[in-house]
């Protein structure tokens, strides 16, 4: 065990799909059970301040692999087959620095082989309407790229299929996972993890992220963790509407795929049942791969990232899914765990505001204690060691999404919110309204740190192709793009 702790650590990056950050137990929730991530935040580093800047899975997972910002890796929204073309990725670094670099689960990238500088993926993306459609070339269509796929028709037949349960994978529709517990998606991200245990190299330390597709939708869990949280209903915490957001309400009343609306409380029961026994269901998955990583002797000498791409509305403010600028959609779990002590940190809650981007450098940082150069990330390495800023006094945000388009600057007191095509503004302050339901934007005794925000979002915005600002003054669009043109260019 002492020769392991001589070698570089082995480093580990655990990541969901759609968890929001006030929806594990060690961050306050009331219902939710996650027993594991309690433990890693409470014996690691619990980051109380991570963001999503643009809140999709494609382009944080690009700000993820890049350590760009949204100006720079060009998503500032969601759009497929889009190439990624990139000099710089996380993974390559790992590979370049001697790690076996292995991905499980998701990428979620184009096309869907593309590695991204792993050595080996084992795909599965879940449910995408891209890849999903039969007229796609043959390499790109689902049935050749998922592993996933593939491994569960080798055990249900060849004729299963994802959607044989019929939910969808932007559904607020809850039920019970159809098969076996140990052949749903979640369980299979750990048992090909496990598999890349036992047949790594032992001579090299292996840098392996491990991808979830949940709790995005399908909110299918094994029926255990459904019927856990539907037993508890009706404790379920209170669903927040502000009174700027009672409108979105009237949208979309018969809609399996809203993304605003209003509906019963028993859908809303089913729906809120289905996400929680989703994060339940991963994190005794994560104990799962804990045990195993004692087993193989590796806790000791592993640093272990657990972080979200994006968050969840769920429901609040009438408004569901994400690419929203509120809370439920950019504020996102962080934890580092280092269970053999070799980071030998002193701060445990760090409030610092951190962003997907800062993941790589950190990472690089903590295993190799090199910088990375030429990117955004910020590596917050120091923040666990000390009190002391480091990283950045707010974040530039926002999201490509028709009349709902944003930019948002977002400090730790308070959030300015820009929408782009309708042209309003919204100000919330939120260390006495953390859900955001008074907005106050129009409060004359706010005006100051609304006219300072706003300045701060006309200098991120000033040089933008999308013509954002004119003569110094924010300028609304009729529309507003998901890609900047470099990146469809390249």
Known sequence: MKENRQKKPNVVLIMVDQLRYDCLGI??????????????ASQGFNFHHAYSAVPTCIPSRAALMTGLNQKNHGRVGYEDNIPWQYEKTIAKEFTE??????????MHVYPERQRMGFEHVTLHDGYLHESRKYYKPHGSQFEQTDDYLSWLREKKGTDADLIDDGMDCNSWVARPWMYEEALHPTNWVITKSLDFLKRRDPTQPFFLKMSFTRPHAPLNPPEYYFDMYMARKDSFPEIKVGEWAKKNGNDSPYDTTALKGQYSQEEMN????????SITHIDHQIGRFLTAM????LDQNTIILF?????????EHHLFRKAYPYQGSIHIP???????HLLNGQIKDIYEIVELRDIYPTLIDLAAGQKVADIDGISVKNSIYQQEFTTRNYLHGEHSFGEDSSQYILTKEYKYIWFSVRNEEQLFYLVEDPDECVNLADEPAHQEILSYLRNQLIKELRNREEGFVKNGQLVPLNKTKPTLDFIKNI
């Not at 620095?97 to 998701?106: H, N, S």
Request: aromatic residues 10%; contains cysteine.
């Open 27 to 40: 961050n306050g929730h009331p219902i939710v059970s996650t027993p594991n991530l309690n433990m890693m």
């Open 97 to 106: 620095l001697g790690y076996q670099t292995e991905a499980v689960g998701k």
């Open 270 to 277: 089913r729906f809120r049942a289905g996400y929680y026994g």
């Open 294 to 297: 004692t087993e193989h002797q």
């Open 307 to 315: 972080i979200s791409d994006h968050g969840d509305q769920l429901g």
């Open 334 to 340: 962080c934890i580092l765990y280092d269970p053999g």
